[in-house]
């Protein structure tokens, strides 16, 4: 029985992965070298990590992504701030917030969770704050250099990015590799309203 690694997402616009590639190579300049950044291409806000599946299981999975898009119209949402997670002094997530139509995405959010806690996925305990995984701080960087990229990613103003318009979710496969995960879409769900 093959194991898939999958993932339930919205997938950016080429426009803003381009801005995405621009504010990384800026950020890569005056920030310490202790961030792995994330491939622009690659970037997407993550919706549910689903983890490996057997393969069989993707055609449920499929079914439970329609139904958790049913009855939801696209929605646009708005890219701008430069955050950090859990926060700016301890810096672990460097990334990009969404902003306008939060409460639209938390309910398709909680729709999926919903409806693949069915399928025997256990429900996400932290909140969900929808974000741009923009790079993540290897484990040996020290507390001052994370101190320093958090100073970087407050005093980095962020130009007007493209937003995004969520018209489908994708379910994602992630293949791990050396030089970082590839991903491949498996199936779309788009949005309507019923």
């Known amino acids: 029985m093959a194991l898939i690694r999958t993932f339930m997402a919205v997938e950016l616009p080429g426009e803003l992965k381009k801005e995405l590639a621009e504010l990384e190579a800026q950020l ?24 490996e599946v057997p ?32 926060n ?31 399928l025997g996925f256990p429900r996400e305990s932290r909140a969900f704050t929808p974000h741009l995984t923009l790079g993540r701080v290897r484990n040996e960087a020290s507390a001052n250099e994370r101190q320093r990229l958090g100073k970087v990613l407050a005093g980095t103003t ?11 979710v994708s379910l994602m496969k992630s293949q791990l590799t050396s030089a970082g995960a590839i991903y491949a879409c498996l199936g779309r769900a788009e949005l309507k309203a019923e």
């Open 28 to 51: 890569k300049k005056s920030s310490p070298l202790v961030v792995r950044w994330v491939d622009p291409n690659s970037i997407h806000i993550t919706l549910k990590f689903l983890g």
């Open 55 to 86: 393969e069989e299981s993707i055609e449920e999975l499929m079914l439970a992504l329609e139904e958790s898009v049913s009855g939801i119209p696209p929605f646009r949402l708005e890219v701008r701030e430069l955050g950090a997670f859990p």
């Open 88 to 118: 700016l002094d301890r810096v672990q997530v460097v990334w990009v917030g969404v902003e306008v139509e939060i409460a639209r995405i938390s309910r398709l959010q909680q729709k999926i969770e919903a409806n693949t806690e069915q």
């Open 158 to 168: 962020v130009a007007a990015l493209h937003g995004i318009d969520v018209s489908a």
